[in-house]
C-alpha cells in the first residue's frame, strides 16, 4: 500500500490534540434524539409500499438511472416529481439534484457571476460556503440573523458596485446547527427595497413548516418574494435527493451551467419514487397527523427546559432542532456520552463545525418521541450541566 502523506496525518494528529477527531458511528438501539428524520417518514412502511406501487407501475422499470439527466437518466419519476414540488410548493419551476449539497454546490457554482456580490450569513451551512468558493463573485459575511449588521455590509460595498451588479443574499429558513429562524418578511423588505436576490435554504423547514410541509416561507406566505429556494428530502421527508425552486429561466439556467447536475448520474428510480410517495402520504390525514404530532412534541420539551430551568442554556428555537451550550470539546463529548449511556442518542457538535467556545449538544425532535423520554432525558441533563 501507499505511503500516506505526512501533512495528511498531521492534520488527523492535530484533530486528536484538539479531541475533535470525527469517527463514524455504530448504528444503536438509543431513543432518538439525534437523527433528521423529524416526522418518521424513512421508518414510515405505507410509503416503502407506496414507492414499491410506483416501481411496478412503471413503464420501464430499471435499477439505475444510467447517466446523467441530460444523457439518459431523466427518467419519467423525475418529471412527475418535479410537476409535484411546483404544485405543493407554489413555484414557477423546480430542478431535482442528487442531493442538498449538490444543490448548493449547483447554484453557487454558477448563478452569481463575476463583479456579482453574495452576502450571507455567517452560520450557512458548509455546502453553501463551499459553493462560494467556487464562485468568481465577491462575498461578504454578515452577523447571524444580524438585519443591522447586514445593512452596514451593504453600505461599505454599495460605492464599489458597478452598474450590472447583482446581488445576492443567503440565509438559511431553520439553521442546521442552531435550530433558529432570521427574521425573513425583513430579509424579504430589505431584498426588494435594495434590489437585491433573496436565496433561502429550506433543508429544516420543509415537512416541518407550511401546508402540506411546503416550507416556513409558504407559511409566511413569503415564498414568491424569493428568488430562488433549496429544499432537501433526506431529513423530514426521511428520503434523500434535493430541488431548486425558482422561475423557469433560472430552471434552464441550471440544466445548462450547474455542473453538480450536468456532469453526474442521476437519483436511481426508486430513489425519486420514493420522494414521490413521501409527498403523498405528507398530503394524506396521517401526514398531516405526524406533523401536528412534532409541534406538539417541540412544545413539549420546551415546556420542560422551562420546568427544570434550562431555558438560559439554550438556543431560542421554534424548530425540531434545539441546541444546548456546552463550551469546550471534551466537556461536551463527556456529557453526551453520559446521555448515551442512559440510552439517549443525543449527538455532540464540536469545533470546528461550529465555533471554538459554542460547542452544543444538538437535540432533534421527532414525531415519535414520547412524552416520557422527553421528560427523562431533559431531568438527566439538568443534573449534568449547571443550571442557568
Known amino acids: 500500500m501507499a505511503h500516506f502523506p505526512k501533512k495528511l496525518t498531521a492534520k488527523i494528529e492535530k484533530r486528536h490534540q484538539d479531541d475533535a477527531l470525527r469517527i463514524l458511528p455504530s448504528v444503536g438501539q438509543l431513543v432518538d434524539f439525534s437523527s433528521n428524520d423529524y416526522l418518521g ?30 444523457i439518459s437518466g431523466n427518467h419519467e419519476f423525475y418529471e412527475q416529481l418535479e410537476r409535484t414540488l411546483v404544485q405543493v410548493h407554489g413555484s414557477e419551476a423546480a430542478l431535482v439534484f442528487n442531493s442538498g449539497y449538490d444543490a448548493n454546490l449547483g447554484f453557487f457554482a454558477s448563478v452569481p457571476q463575476r463583479g456579482d456580490v453574495i ?9 453553501i460556503r463551499d459553493g462560494i468558493q467556487m464562485s468568481n463573485a465577491n462575498n461578504f459575511k454578515f452577523a447571524h440573523n444580524n438585519i443591522e449588521d447586514l445593512q452596514d455590509t451593504f453600505d461599505r460595498i454599495r460605492s464599489k458596485l458597478i452598474e450590472d451588479t447583482v446581488i445576492y443574499i443567503v440565509t438559511e429558513s431553520v439553521f442546521s446547527m442552531d435550530g433558529d429562524t432570521p427574521d425573513l418578511q425583513a430579509l424579504v423588505d430589505f431584498s426588494s427595497e435594495n434590489g437585491c436576490h433573496l436565496v433561502v435554504d429550506e433543508a429544516h423547514a420543509v415537512g416541518v413548516f407550511g401546508t402540506n410541509g411546503a416550507g416556513l ?44 447536475l450536468v456532469y453526474t ?47 438560559a442554556v439554550f438556543i431560542p428555537s421554534n424548530s425540531a432542532i434545539h441546541c444546548c451550550l456546552v463550551p469546550g470539546n471534551q466537556q461536551v463529548k463527556q456529557v453526551a456520552q453520559k446521555l448515551q449511556e442512559k440510552g439517549f442518542n443525543v449527538k455532540p457538535i464540536l469545533s470546528p463545525t461550529v465555533p471554538k467556545g459554542r460547542e452544543r449538544l444538538r437535540f432533534c425532535l421527532h414525531s415519535y418521541n414520547t412524552d416520557t423520554e422527553i421528560l427523562e432525558v431533559v431531568s438527566l441533563l439538568s ?5 442557568a
Open 217 to 260: 416561507l409558504q407559511e409566511l406566505g413569503l415564498a414568491e418574494k424569493v428568488f430562488a429556494r433549496i429544499i432537501t428530502f433526506g431529513k423530514a421527508f426521511g428520503c434523500h435527493g434535493a430541488a431548486i425552486l425558482g422561475s423557469n429561466g433560472l430552471k434552464e439556467y441550471l440544466v445548462n451551467f450547474a455542473r453538480s
Open 265 to 311: 448520474t442521476g437519483l436511481p428510480p426508486h430513489s425519486v419514487s420514493t420522494i414521490l410517495a413521501a409527498y403523498d402520504f405528507m398530503g394524506a390525514g396521517e401526514g398531516h397527523g405526524k406533523k401536528e404530532h412534532l409541534h406538539a412534541t417541540i412544545q413539549k420539551f420546551k415546556g420542560e427546559l422551562l420546568n427544570f430551568q434550562l431555558q
Open 383 to 387: 443534573h449534568l450541566i449547571p443550571s
Open 119 to 127: 452576502l450571507y450569513d455567517e452560520l450557512i451551512h458548509a455546502s
Open 41 to 70: 417518514f424513512a421508518r414510515e412502511k405505507t410509503i416503502s409500499d407506496t414507492t414499491f406501487r410506483y416501481l411496478t407501475s412503471s413503464t420501464a422499470p430499471r435499477n439505475g438511472a444510467t447517466g446523467s439527466r441530460l
